[in-house]
């Protein structure tokens, strides 16, 4: 296996604001309500850019999240999915999400052609919307403790996508959360991490999974897959990093493509 982090592993995303721009005329004495109100469009002018398009979809929120400071790789899912696509081809067709937000995460992946999905949330669900509970109502999405077994038999899925969970863990239960990760898979599974130094969106989580999260760093990552004797999905990694370089997209999580057990 190489010890090198896939390149897109090192990069956070840009991070861009919207800058506001006006000038006035500096023979004019514009009045302190004028001023107000200019300030108060530019405000609305970002909110509706944030929120434009689907009424305030997953995507939507990844830029709101950026915007807050804050970072969640359960909703950088959706934006690196075009690419997952064209590193996986295939291999899409059957997949398990495993993380916060999943029947988010469940509910978008549905909506891709060919393609069906389960989801594994790592809590109990204290409030969730409609959709969110006709899904689990359905065992499309299911509620588990991803320190034990995984509830699915070997290969039961083509591909397995976890964000936001294993950093949330312990190396003693990553020990055992990874291996299974990679037996519930057949052709690979991909691990979004934090960077670092990030804010996480939804820090109550805390409460629900005992610690706070251990954001480490790629090179920690690459060390621990090692020890555990898991290999990179190299043909992944960069079929992944070719499609993302052509539209200049960085992800603000670290990515990790691996192979499954065989």
């Known amino acids: 296996m190489s010890r090198r982090p896939a390149s897109l592993s090192r990069r956070l995303g840009d991070g861009t604001g919207i800058p506001f721009m006006g000038s006035l005329n500096p023979k004019s004495r514009p009045s302190p309500f004028l001023s107000i109100g200019l300030v108060l469009v530019g405000a609305f002018l970002i909110i509706g850019y944030v929120y434009s ?11 709101l999240s950026r915007l807050e400071g804050g970072v969640s790789c359960s909703a950088e899912i959706n934006q690196a999915l075009p690419y997952l696509k064209k590193a996986y081809g295939d291999s899409m067709h059957k997949v ?24 594994l949330e790592p809590y109990d669900l204290d409030e969730s919307d409609a959709n969110c509970k006709s899904l689990i109502r359905k ?18 899925f083509s591909l397995v996508i976890v964000s ?27 691990i979004l991490s934090g960077y670092p ?10 409460s629900k999974f005992g610690r706070p999260a251990k954001l480490r760093s790629s090179s ?16 992944a990694t960069k ?6 370089a052509k ?16």
């Open 197 to 206: 130094g990030q804010r996480r969106v939804k820090v109550a989580e805390m």
């Open 53 to 63: 398009g689907s009424g305030g979809s997953n995507i939507d929120k990844v830029a």
């Open 96 to 119: 398990l999400h495993v993380g916060p937000d999943s029947c988010s995460v469940v509910s978008k992946l549905l909506k891709e052609e060919d393609t069906e999905a389960w989801g």
């Open 139 to 156: 065992g499309i999405v299911r509620v588990a403790d991803i320190k034990f077994p995984l509830p699915y038999k070997s290969k039961s």
């Open 247 to 262: 539209k200049a997209y960085q992800s603000t999580c670290q990515i990790f493509h691996l192979k499954s057990l065989h």
């Open 220 to 235: 920690w990552w690459i060390r621990f897959f090692v020890q555990t004797k898991l290999e990179e999905n190299e043909v």
């Open 239 to 244: 079929k992944f990093e070719l499609a993302a």
């Open 164 to 190: 936001d969970a294993l950093d949330y863990l312990s190396p003693r239960y990553l020990n055992k959360t990874l291996p299974e990760l990679a037996r519930v898979s057949s052709d690979g599974f991909v």
